[in-house]
């Protein structure tokens, strides 16, 4: 199962992770796998390239299916607005595969 957790704080996403495989299908097959790994690397791919966010990025395929990113804590507005826009899609997206695919995702938010 996919473990997927994002992370909120003073009014924004400062991180998520995501671990853990869906085995909804076999290798190469698995399209519950494949939604959120797009999700995972189009966001991280904006926060980066289209947002010029320096976000802090953590991957371990070999332990299992290890992601977590963290936001730096301060950013300049117009900066900040684009990464969470980029963020909330994501966790929109996110939120909408674990509800279509409840045995394959678990999707948690955790605000402080």
Known sequence: MIHATVHYGANRI??????????????????????????????VNGLQRVAEI??????????GGFLEVHLPPKLEASTELKGQTLLQSFADGLRDVATNYADFVEFVEIKD
Not at 54 to 60: A, D, K, Q, T
Request: glycine share 8%; hydrophobic share 40%; net charge negative.
């Open 14 to 43: 400062n991180s998520f992770q995501i671990t853990g495989h869906a085995d909804s299908g076999e290798y190469g097959q698995d399209i519950v796998c494949a939604a959120v790994s797009v999700l995972a690397i189009t966001t």
């Open 54 to 63: 320096p976000v802090s990025v953590e991957n371990r395929d070999q332990a």
